[in-house]
């Protein structure tokens, strides 16, 4: 499984998790590698184009009954976003793209 899918697979075990009333800890337990992984400035380009934003969107959408996700998630994420190289050729439609401004504006 590659770490993106990682990233996904926590993000729907959490939906489940709080659907079923418990504690949705697979999205904070992963958020360390999340963190390493799309840090990395000469790795963000191949992440970015494997889809990353959507992933991030995910991450970052409120729960199924309005909550929203842990602090730390949103802080680290959003610390993320802001070291993004916008003036890359694509990146800004990438943005646009994945929605992720949308959730955003929620938070």
């Known amino acids: ?32 590698l ?14 970015l184009d494997q889809g990353s934003l959507t992933v991030l969107k995910k991450w970052l959408e409120p729960h199924p009954h309005g909550s929203l996700p842990n602090l730390t998630i949103r802080t680290e994420i959003l610390k993320i976003l802001n070291n993004i190289d916008l003036e890359h050729h694509d990146r800004k439609e990438q943005l646009k793209n994945s929605g992720i401004g949308n959730v955003g504006f929620l938070m």
């Open 34 to 47: 999340l963190i390493e992984v799309l840090s990395k400035n000469h790795l963000q380009q191949e992440f």
């Open 1 to 32: 499984m590659n770490v993106m899918t990682e990233f996904e697979v926590a993000v729907e075990e959490d939906v489940d998790l709080y659907r079923q009333g418990k504690l949705v800890i697979n999205k904070l337990k992963k958020l360390p």
